[in-house]
């Protein structure tokens, strides 16, 4: 017989557990700085897909890659980039709008990487709320080495412990601790250990295979050094990048295995014959940190040097600027108004991890050094080095004179030869760059009347619409970049103020009709590609694999803009209600694109975008740098400051040493 009231009890209680609310994964951890990569997880991935979010997500991205000029092209490069792209975006959008997602992060991770396999870092679309939220760490940069033999091997970096325990010293303790057995607390002694397997594979699969996801350049082998650590020169100092090993922008991983030998027993096994001694660690515990950089209804600030702060999550109606996810230091925002701009973006906002001091120039920069830009004169007395972090800093017009008065400083101190070390360059202003080219080549065919290159805009049926309402009055105050009087023809004459420079020449590319605008003499630059093609200019890779050919430019863009810039010129025109005006984002996100391709030197008809950059050199990273061979391996045992491979000034004076056989006298115009 049935007992009818307990049955009603237990059925009562069984209703209550069911409709018991779940615990919000993203409560659990508000308000810790750092959180393990399974906990981010967890909250990201707890918001479902919206359907009406998603459409106009879908609708803006597809309607605003009509004003990206190389959305046909990507579908398939040429060669020597026929395997690095061949994406076709708007059959990837297609396929989107029809999947089915498991969570909204699963959807924007699907449209991230879909644009990420363009190898276009102007290109891109990216969410505030989940590209970098969560950064997600690891102790252990790697590098690439070459022995005295040539022979190449990845090893964990000489200074990874000094750069984890100064910028990470809450989490040390954890790292130290998750470390197994006998090697517990002893993280220290992994760094300049050779790695023989990454997840039980050789290094170069994982290498390999984080090339075909990182994006940013259509050069494989500039994608293959990104898993690496580096250095750059930042606007307030020397900078340390990671790497994409130990530095990841969402929260995917949760454990690595590493097949290492340390340096120690290596050492010993050299010196006293012992027995050489392998290390299998499992999970040198990845920590995922919450970064964050201000409300999104207000101007984003810059990130903090070494906040990991978290707390509840900060959504608003108004998207952060581009310019979070922009490689460049801030700028004004008048000035990048009025200047045009190349610039890389990427789901990593610009480093702000200190490149250790034992690393950084011991002798000091010239006083006319400003920003990015800072000069040195090494011990020869004969290099110059000017370090180029970027094309952007703070004061565009001190920026530019720095620039003059620091090569004319030099030169005047008897140089008679420069490095410019763009080691991390993410770009930024055009002009600069053809500045800069002027100053250190002076007048001559390659630098007048420009020094840049030749341009084309894509000229699709709204663009067109948007240059006939500016010749029809729509832009009295001659401020938007379809005007015509922004741009010079291809004899390098202003377009008059009512001329339709935009109309298209029709081409078929890739089997897709397309049209763009006649050939203009604007000043697109890529410094590197200029110079070394017009000029003669040596080029340098360093670090790169030896098998694989090296570019010394990892992608052009010719000039880059975004989503908003697009949306600012149709709102001025009054073009917003029109059926190809993407409507306004609905999520906190932000779109950037390539608007105009710079057109070849060598091949001038087509986008120097797909033509060749071989790098002149290939120059190898050693710890032997400046270290007598018999060191080679006391580098580890010992603190001996030359052995660390992301030391510029060792790897400039390697560079003077093995490449200048000769002076090379350059000139400094003053204009």
Sequence with gaps: MINHQSWLLTLFSLTFVLSSPLPDPCAEIAGKKWILPQEARACITSFPVDPLVKANIIEVVKKTLAFHAST???????????????????????????QEYSSDFAFHLDIYRSFKRVNDGHCGVYNYCYDSLYVTYLPLPLVLLTAKDGSQDVYIAPEAFKVASDEFKEEIEFWQQALPGQLKGQLASLSGAKVYLINGREPFFAVNENAKITGSYQSFATRQNSFFASYSRGAAGWSYTMGNFAQQVHPLVDSVELTVQRATSLSLAIWFGLEEFYLTSHHIAQITAWRRTGPMSGPVRPLERGWRSSGSRNISRRPPPVTHFQQQPAVDPRDARRQPMNVIMDGGPLTDIDLPEHLQPAMPALNESYSVAQFYMLKDNVTAVLALGSFSARNFTLFGSSLLAGLQKLKADGAQRLIVDVTNNGGGYICIAHWLHRIIIGPKKSTEPQAGLDSTTRAGPLARLIVQKIVDGGDPEELLSYNPIQWTNATHHPFSNSSDWLKPVKV???????????????????????????????????????????????????????FADVDTEIRSTKLKNHTLAPPDFLSNSVQGLTWRLGLG????????????????????????THVPSILFYVCFLSSDLKCSVNNPVAIWESLVDTQFKEPTVFRVQTS
Aim: include cysteine.
């Design 72 to 98: 046909n092209y990507q579908i398939q490069a040429p060669p020597p980039f026929e395997n690095d792209v061949h994406e076709d975006l708007h059959a990837d959008l297609l396929r989107i709008s029809e």
């Design 508 to 562: 078929t590319i890739n089997g897709h009709k397309d049209a763009f605008s006649q050939r203009s003499a604007a000043i697109l630059k890529t410094l590197d590609i200029t110079m070394a093609k017009k000029d003669g200019v040596k080029t340098i890779v360093f670090g790169g694999k030896s098998d694989v050919p090296q570019e010394y430019c990892g992608t052009v863009g010719g000039q880059s803009t975004g």
């Design 601 to 624: 030197i060598d091949v001038p008809e087509e986008p120097e975008e797909w033509q060749a950059h071989p790098a002149d050199v290939n120059f190898p990273l050693t710890l032997q």
